[in-house]
């Protein structure tokens, strides 16, 4: 449970990131979140694509967790932390700047972590979950955000040519999720596409 004085403030910072069209997680994918959270208390969590910090500030005020969590944009950055402070848990989350496709391999060196939420670059979720297996505790939730992107993923109509990497390599990823022998996965429909993901 959040506490109503957090709340107001997430509610308002939700309102901002929708008014001014800056991507935070959909909201069907944060109820599925705070579900997560409340039957799995995860501790050690990583994030990958940090935005404003809202979907992070839900998880530290869900959980007593230690958040690790990348981000390239600067200006975002800067308003999470402003968000942090005025929520109190700004001691629990590490904000790493920059490329993810770099800053993975120092960021999760000699750690294991329970939660892992992607929800950074749209290309690149296969390669991240291949990646970050060995860091992920047995057990431990991977949770992801758009993987039906705009519902083109599922779609039959044609790709604009703008959008076909991402949905090329979206169909891969739901497609090694669900045939690998080292996950299982559930995809939820609602919002953008929302797959759960558990180490085996
Ligand atoms: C959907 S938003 C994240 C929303 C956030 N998780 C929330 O719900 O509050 C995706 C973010 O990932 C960042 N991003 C995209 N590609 C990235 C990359 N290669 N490395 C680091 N950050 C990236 C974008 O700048 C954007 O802020």
């Known amino acids: 449970m959040i506490d109503a004085t957090c709340q107001k403030i997430l509610d308002k910072v939700h309102d901002y990131a929708r008014e001014n069209y800056i991507m935070i997680l959909a909201d069907e994918c944060e109820v599925v979140l705070r579900r997560l959270f409340e039957e799995n208390s995860p501790k050690r969590v990583l994030e990958i694509g940090t935005a404003i910090g809202y979907s992070s500030s839900v ?5 007593d967790c230690i958040i690790d969590t990348i981000e390239k944009d600067n200006e975002r950055i800067k308003k999470a932390k402003e968000l942090w402070k005025a929520l109190g848990i700004e001691e629990r989350i590490n904000s790493f700047e920059g ?5 993975l391999p120092q960021v999760v060196k000699d750690k294991i972590y329970d939660f892992i939420f992607i929800d950074g670059a749209k290309s690149s979720y296969k390669n991240q979950l291949e990646f ?11 949770l992801c955000d758009d993987v039906l992107y705009l519902g083109l993923v599922r779609g039959q109509e044609k790709v604009i040519h703008k959008h076909r990497t991402i ?3 979206m169909r891969e990823f739901l497609d090694y999720i669900q045939n690998s ?11 953008n596409g929302i797959a759960v993901v558990r180490k085996k």
């Open 59 to 63: 998880m530290a005020l869900m959980s």
């Open 99 to 103: 490329d993810s496709k770099e800053l």
């Open 132 to 142: 970050l297996y060995p860091y992920l505790e047995k057990g431990g939730i991977v």
């Open 167 to 169: 949905v090329k390599n």
């Open 181 to 191: 022998k080292l996950f299982e996965s559930t995809v939820f429909e609602e919002g």
